[in-house]
């Protein structure tokens, strides 16, 4: 599977790993689908590592939820890893944390190995130039995106290879 981001500054194409981690991809499959990331801000952006996005568009305090109640628990593989840009992974506040919110990887990251549940990666050239936009974005001390960046609206696909 797949799911397309319709972002503010261009398309950012995802490849999910069903069949790894599959608690974690069907929450955000299922979130995809009912439309709760729409208008998300891409709230924290670090240059050189990553940028977190996934809360809903309230504009209160940065929440995260899933669609099982609760936060749900890690599926950590050591076989997906936070090896490379593109890579997609869960935010969490610590062990079994999970619910909304992602991350995107800008470049490697090792240290998160073991700690945060790794289920896509970003695919295809018009992806990665979106994803080198956003790494561009003015972001103050704590990592707060100054200007509009947000999630406009999604659309998922039964392929990852499919337009």
Do not use: W
């Not at 194409?13 to 981690?21: A, H, L, Q, T, Y």
């Not at 593989?77 to 944390?97: C, D, E, F, Q, W």
């Amino acid at each position: 599977m797949s799911v397309t981001l319709h972002t503010t500054h261009g398309n950012l194409k995802i490849e999910v790993f069903c069949e790894s981690v599959p608690k974690t991809a069907e929450n955000f499959l299922a979130l995809c689908a009912s439309s709760f990331y729409n208008s998300s801000p891409f709230h924290r952006s670090y240059p050189g590592f990553m940028i977190q996005t996934g809360s809903p568009a309230s504009g209160g305090p940065k929440v995260s939820t899933s669609i099982y109640g609760d936060l749900f628990e890690d599926e950590i593989r050591p076989s997906l890893r936070h090896n490379a840009r593109g890579i997609v992974s869960m935010a969490n506040k610590g062990p079994s944390t999970n619910g909304s919110q992602f991350f995107i990887l800008f470049a490697p990251a090792p240290h998160l190995d073991g700690k945060n549940t790794v289920f896509g990666k970003i695919v295809g050239a018009e992806a990665m130039e979106t994803l080198a936009k956003l790494e561009k974005l003015e972001a103050d001390a704590k990592g707060k995106v100054k200007g509009e960046a947000k999630i406009e609206d999604m659309k998922i696909h039964a392929n990852p290879l499919a337009g």
